[in-house]
Protein backbone atom coordinates (compact mmCIF):
# COMPACT_ATOMS: atom_id res chain seq x y z
CA UNK A 1 0.00 0.00 0.00
CA UNK A 2 3.04 2.58 0.60
CA UNK A 3 3.99 2.06 -2.50
CA UNK A 4 0.95 2.41 -4.40
CA UNK A 5 0.58 5.69 -1.91
CA UNK A 6 4.17 6.66 -3.07
CA UNK A 7 3.85 5.93 -7.02
CA UNK A 8 0.74 7.93 -6.59
CA UNK A 9 2.78 10.80 -5.04
CA UNK A 10 5.39 10.88 -7.46
CA UNK A 11 3.01 10.84 -10.38
CA UNK A 12 1.16 14.06 -9.19
CA UNK A 13 4.70 15.74 -8.76
CA UNK A 14 5.42 15.34 -12.14
CA UNK A 15 2.14 16.44 -13.26
CA UNK A 16 2.36 19.74 -10.67
CA UNK A 17 6.21 20.25 -11.75
CA UNK A 18 5.28 19.67 -16.02
CA UNK A 19 2.07 22.59 -15.03
CA UNK A 20 4.67 24.73 -13.53
CA UNK A 21 7.53 24.69 -16.12
CA UNK A 22 4.90 25.46 -19.18
CA UNK A 23 3.63 28.12 -17.33
CA UNK A 24 7.42 29.81 -16.24
CA UNK A 25 8.37 28.50 -20.11
CA UNK A 26 5.70 31.16 -21.19
CA UNK A 27 5.84 33.87 -18.86
CA UNK A 28 7.95 36.99 -20.20
CA UNK A 29 9.48 37.16 -17.22
CA UNK A 30 11.45 34.47 -17.30
CA UNK A 31 12.53 35.34 -20.28
CA UNK A 32 13.80 38.52 -18.48
CA UNK A 33 15.64 37.26 -15.44
CA UNK A 34 17.26 34.31 -18.47
CA UNK A 35 18.37 37.29 -20.48
CA UNK A 36 20.10 39.34 -17.30
CA UNK A 37 21.09 36.51 -15.28
CA UNK A 38 22.23 33.70 -18.37
CA UNK A 39 23.37 35.97 -20.77
CA UNK A 40 26.48 38.55 -20.80
CA UNK A 41 24.09 40.69 -22.76
CA UNK A 42 25.60 44.36 -23.46
CA UNK A 43 24.13 47.49 -23.30
CA UNK A 44 22.40 49.64 -26.12
CA UNK A 45 24.15 52.35 -27.98
CA UNK A 46 24.82 55.53 -25.50
CA UNK A 47 24.86 58.84 -26.59
CA UNK A 48 28.27 59.18 -26.36
CA UNK A 49 29.34 56.59 -28.28
CA UNK A 50 27.27 57.58 -30.98
CA UNK A 51 28.59 60.79 -31.05
CA UNK A 52 32.41 58.97 -30.74
CA UNK A 53 31.46 57.05 -34.33
CA UNK A 54 29.94 60.10 -35.81
CA UNK A 55 33.62 61.28 -35.73
CA UNK A 56 35.47 58.40 -36.40
CA UNK A 57 33.11 58.05 -39.74
CA UNK A 58 33.16 61.40 -40.86
CA UNK A 59 36.43 61.33 -43.00
CA UNK A 60 36.63 60.68 -46.81
CA UNK A 61 36.95 56.47 -46.13
CA UNK A 62 34.44 54.74 -44.43
CA UNK A 63 36.04 53.37 -41.26
CA UNK A 64 32.90 52.32 -39.67
CA UNK A 65 30.36 49.83 -41.05
CA UNK A 66 27.07 49.75 -39.88
CA UNK A 67 26.59 45.34 -40.11
CA UNK A 68 22.73 44.15 -40.02
CA UNK A 69 22.56 40.66 -38.89
CA UNK A 70 19.33 39.40 -40.90
CA UNK A 71 16.87 37.18 -39.10
CA UNK A 72 14.48 35.80 -42.18
CA UNK A 73 12.74 36.54 -44.88
CA UNK A 74 9.67 35.65 -46.10
CA UNK A 75 9.57 34.17 -49.82
CA UNK A 76 6.39 35.72 -51.23
CA UNK A 77 4.61 38.50 -49.11
CA UNK A 78 0.75 38.25 -50.80
CA UNK A 79 0.20 41.93 -49.60
CA UNK A 80 3.12 43.39 -51.59
CA UNK A 81 3.23 40.35 -54.33
CA UNK A 82 7.19 40.58 -53.81
CA UNK A 83 9.58 39.08 -51.25
CA UNK A 84 9.75 40.66 -47.67
CA UNK A 85 11.72 40.71 -44.41
CA UNK A 86 10.31 39.16 -41.44
CA UNK A 87 9.80 40.65 -38.40
CA UNK A 88 12.83 40.26 -36.47
CA UNK A 89 14.84 41.53 -39.96
CA UNK A 90 12.51 44.55 -40.27
CA UNK A 91 13.68 45.62 -36.89
CA UNK A 92 17.17 45.43 -37.11
CA UNK A 93 16.80 47.25 -40.28
CA UNK A 94 15.12 50.06 -39.10
CA UNK A 95 17.16 50.34 -36.03
CA UNK A 96 20.26 50.01 -38.54
CA UNK A 97 19.23 52.95 -40.79
CA UNK A 98 18.73 54.61 -37.68
CA UNK A 99 22.27 54.18 -36.36
CA UNK A 100 23.35 54.98 -40.09
CA UNK A 101 22.00 58.12 -40.33
CA UNK A 102 23.08 59.32 -37.05
CA UNK A 103 26.54 58.60 -37.50
CA UNK A 104 26.97 58.59 -41.10
CA UNK A 105 28.49 55.11 -41.61
CA UNK A 106 27.53 53.41 -44.28
CA UNK A 107 25.30 49.83 -43.84
CA UNK A 108 26.00 46.24 -44.69
CA UNK A 109 23.38 43.82 -44.51
CA UNK A 110 24.28 40.32 -44.13
CA UNK A 111 21.77 37.29 -44.87
CA UNK A 112 20.94 34.63 -47.24
CA UNK A 113 18.88 31.72 -47.60
CA UNK A 114 18.30 30.14 -44.06
CA UNK A 115 18.61 26.28 -44.02
CA UNK A 116 15.03 25.83 -43.51
CA UNK A 117 13.73 28.83 -46.54
CA UNK A 118 12.63 28.27 -49.64
CA UNK A 119 14.59 29.00 -52.93
CA UNK A 120 14.51 32.85 -53.78
CA UNK A 121 15.89 35.96 -53.20
CA UNK A 122 18.44 36.11 -50.59
CA UNK A 123 17.63 38.07 -47.78
CA UNK A 124 20.18 40.83 -48.04
CA UNK A 125 18.93 41.92 -51.64
CA UNK A 126 15.36 42.20 -50.35
CA UNK A 127 16.57 44.52 -47.33
CA UNK A 128 18.50 46.58 -49.61
CA UNK A 129 15.46 47.55 -51.96
CA UNK A 130 13.67 48.00 -48.72
CA UNK A 131 16.21 50.27 -47.45
CA UNK A 132 16.30 52.52 -50.81
CA UNK A 133 12.61 52.58 -51.53
CA UNK A 134 10.84 53.11 -48.10
CA UNK A 135 13.84 54.14 -45.89
CA UNK A 136 15.86 56.37 -48.80
CA UNK A 137 19.00 54.76 -47.54
CA UNK A 138 21.14 52.61 -49.30
CA UNK A 139 22.92 49.74 -48.85
CA UNK A 140 27.03 49.79 -49.75
CA UNK A 141 27.80 45.97 -49.19
CA UNK A 142 25.47 42.90 -49.12
CA UNK A 143 26.23 39.26 -48.06
CA UNK A 144 24.27 37.12 -49.43
CA UNK A 145 25.66 33.58 -49.39
CA UNK A 146 24.88 33.28 -44.83
CA UNK A 147 22.91 30.57 -43.65
CA UNK A 148 23.30 31.05 -40.04
CA UNK A 149 24.98 33.19 -37.59
CA UNK A 150 28.55 31.44 -37.85
CA UNK A 151 28.19 32.40 -41.37
CA UNK A 152 27.35 35.91 -40.80
CA UNK A 153 30.24 35.99 -39.60
CA UNK A 154 32.70 34.39 -41.94
CA UNK A 155 31.30 36.05 -45.32
CA UNK A 156 31.08 39.43 -43.81
CA UNK A 157 34.80 39.09 -42.25
CA UNK A 158 35.60 37.79 -45.40
CA UNK A 159 34.28 41.08 -47.63
CA UNK A 160 35.60 43.33 -44.83
CA UNK A 161 39.14 42.10 -45.07
CA UNK A 162 39.98 44.33 -48.01
CA UNK A 163 38.32 47.73 -45.90
CA UNK A 164 40.18 49.83 -44.41
CA UNK A 165 38.04 49.81 -41.39
CA UNK A 166 38.78 49.96 -37.80
CA UNK A 167 34.97 49.76 -36.32
CA UNK A 168 32.38 47.24 -37.01
CA UNK A 169 28.97 48.24 -35.28
CA UNK A 170 26.55 44.83 -34.83
CA UNK A 171 22.99 45.16 -34.84
CA UNK A 172 20.75 42.40 -33.84
CA UNK A 173 18.47 41.63 -31.11
CA UNK A 174 19.67 41.27 -27.93
CA UNK A 175 19.17 38.46 -26.98
CA UNK A 176 20.84 37.28 -29.94
CA UNK A 177 23.67 39.63 -29.28
CA UNK A 178 26.18 37.45 -27.39
CA UNK A 179 26.23 34.43 -29.58
CA UNK A 180 26.69 37.14 -32.64
CA UNK A 181 29.75 39.24 -30.65
CA UNK A 182 30.92 35.95 -30.33
CA UNK A 183 30.65 34.52 -34.11
CA UNK A 184 32.32 37.73 -35.27
CA UNK A 185 35.10 37.81 -32.84
CA UNK A 186 36.71 34.46 -33.96
CA UNK A 187 36.00 35.28 -37.78
CA UNK A 188 38.19 38.71 -36.98
CA UNK A 189 41.10 36.48 -35.44
CA UNK A 190 40.36 33.91 -38.44
CA UNK A 191 41.01 36.79 -41.02
CA UNK A 192 43.76 38.71 -38.61
CA UNK A 193 41.43 41.65 -38.94
CA UNK A 194 42.37 44.73 -36.50
CA UNK A 195 38.93 45.70 -36.39
CA UNK A 196 36.57 46.67 -33.52
CA UNK A 197 33.24 44.80 -32.88
CA UNK A 198 30.58 47.65 -31.39
CA UNK A 199 27.34 46.03 -29.87
CA UNK A 200 24.05 47.71 -30.72
CA UNK A 201 21.71 45.55 -28.99
CA UNK A 202 17.99 46.30 -30.33
CA UNK A 203 14.85 45.02 -29.20
CA UNK A 204 15.47 46.19 -25.65
CA UNK A 205 12.44 47.16 -24.91
CA UNK A 206 8.79 45.73 -23.05
CA UNK A 207 5.59 45.52 -25.02
CA UNK A 208 4.11 45.22 -21.21
CA UNK A 209 4.83 46.90 -19.28
CA UNK A 210 3.28 45.85 -15.44
CA UNK A 211 5.66 43.56 -13.87
CA UNK A 212 2.46 41.39 -12.63
CA UNK A 213 1.41 40.96 -16.03
CA UNK A 214 4.94 39.37 -17.29
CA UNK A 215 4.17 36.44 -15.27
CA UNK A 216 1.14 35.61 -16.63
CA UNK A 217 1.81 33.26 -20.08
CA UNK A 218 1.53 35.24 -23.24
CA UNK A 219 2.95 34.57 -26.80
CA UNK A 220 5.69 37.18 -26.10
CA UNK A 221 7.05 35.34 -23.57
CA UNK A 222 7.26 32.09 -24.90
CA UNK A 223 8.80 33.33 -28.33
CA UNK A 224 11.17 35.09 -25.55
CA UNK A 225 11.95 32.27 -23.67
CA UNK A 226 12.59 30.11 -26.93
CA UNK A 227 14.68 32.68 -28.40
CA UNK A 228 16.74 33.09 -25.27
CA UNK A 229 17.06 29.34 -24.25
CA UNK A 230 18.38 28.41 -28.65
CA UNK A 231 21.17 31.10 -27.59
CA UNK A 232 22.12 30.32 -24.39
CA UNK A 233 23.98 27.14 -24.67
CA UNK A 234 27.25 29.39 -26.04
CA UNK A 235 27.21 30.61 -22.70
CA UNK A 236 28.71 27.72 -20.90
CA UNK A 237 30.27 29.62 -18.55
CA UNK A 238 27.30 31.69 -16.56
CA UNK A 239 25.35 28.36 -16.91
CA UNK A 240 27.96 26.85 -14.70
CA UNK A 241 26.94 29.27 -11.74
CA UNK A 242 23.96 27.91 -11.50
CA UNK A 243 24.96 23.96 -10.97
CA UNK A 244 25.01 22.38 -7.97
CA UNK A 245 29.36 22.30 -6.84
CA UNK A 246 31.26 19.33 -6.58
CA UNK A 247 31.07 17.42 -3.58
CA UNK A 248 34.14 16.28 -1.98
CA UNK A 249 34.75 12.22 -2.18
CA UNK A 250 35.85 12.55 1.33
CA UNK A 251 32.13 13.14 2.81
CA UNK A 252 30.27 10.66 4.10
CA UNK A 253 27.59 9.02 2.08
CA UNK A 254 24.02 10.03 2.59
CA UNK A 255 21.30 7.64 1.62
CA UNK A 256 18.07 8.64 0.72
CA UNK A 257 16.82 11.01 -0.63
CA UNK A 258 19.33 13.64 1.11
CA UNK A 259 21.75 11.94 -1.49
CA UNK A 260 19.62 13.76 -4.46
CA UNK A 261 20.92 16.81 -3.39
CA UNK A 262 24.49 15.85 -3.95
CA UNK A 263 23.58 13.94 -7.14
CA UNK A 264 26.04 15.66 -9.26
CA UNK A 265 28.82 14.25 -6.80
CA UNK A 266 28.52 11.08 -7.53
CA UNK A 267 29.62 11.03 -11.19
CA UNK A 268 33.48 10.74 -11.03
CA UNK A 269 33.89 14.38 -13.26
CA UNK A 270 31.20 15.95 -11.92
CA UNK A 271 29.77 16.44 -15.28
CA UNK A 272 25.94 17.13 -16.10
CA UNK A 273 25.54 14.64 -19.12
CA UNK A 274 24.51 11.46 -17.32
CA UNK A 275 22.83 12.95 -14.37
CA UNK A 276 19.02 11.01 -15.44
CA UNK A 277 21.11 7.45 -15.41
CA UNK A 278 21.90 8.78 -11.77
CA UNK A 279 18.62 10.07 -10.51
CA UNK A 280 17.11 6.74 -12.35
CA UNK A 281 19.64 5.07 -10.36
CA UNK A 282 18.50 6.78 -6.96
CA UNK A 283 14.96 6.19 -7.72
CA UNK A 284 15.51 2.57 -8.46
CA UNK A 285 17.64 2.19 -4.61
CA UNK A 286 14.43 3.73 -3.17
CA UNK A 287 11.91 1.73 -4.27
CA UNK A 288 14.12 -1.37 -3.86
CA UNK A 289 14.00 -0.48 0.00
CA UNK A 290 10.75 0.44 0.56
CA UNK A 291 9.70 -2.85 -1.47
CA UNK A 292 12.32 -4.69 0.24
CA UNK A 293 10.63 -3.56 3.96
CA UNK A 294 7.37 -4.66 2.67
CA UNK A 295 8.78 -8.01 2.17
CA UNK A 296 9.94 -7.89 5.48
CA UNK A 297 7.07 -6.97 7.29
CA UNK A 298 4.86 -9.58 5.30
CA UNK A 299 7.15 -12.29 6.44
CA UNK A 300 7.22 -11.11 9.97
CA UNK A 301 3.17 -11.01 10.20
CA UNK A 302 3.55 -14.58 8.77
CA UNK A 303 5.45 -15.92 11.19
CA UNK A 304 3.58 -14.06 14.43
CA UNK A 305 0.38 -15.68 12.89
CA UNK A 306 2.19 -19.30 12.12
CA UNK A 307 3.05 -19.33 16.05
CA UNK A 308 -0.42 -18.10 17.07
Given amino acids: ARLILWQRFLGWMLVLLSVILLWLGACAGVGDWMQRDLMSQPPPL ?34 YGVAS ?12 VWVSRE ?3 PMMFSGGL ?18 QREFLRPMRWLETKSRDTRENAQYSAALLRDLDVTQVVLVTHGWHMPRALR ?19 MG ?54 VAFATIRGSGGKGSWAPWTQRLRHRLCLQCRQMYGARVARGAQ ?8
Fill in 114 to 131: GHASEPGTAEADVAAEIA
Fill in 85 to 96: LSDLSLERLRYG
Fill in 183 to 201: AFKDAAAHEKAQWEVVPAP
Fill in 301 to 308: RNRSNHQG
Fill in 46 to 79: SADRLATLKKAAGGSKPTVVVLILGGGREALAPE
Fill in 103 to 105: TGA
Fill in 204 to 257: LGRTVERTALRWIPSAEGFQLVRAVLRKVRVAPRRLKNWMPEKTNPSTPKREGW
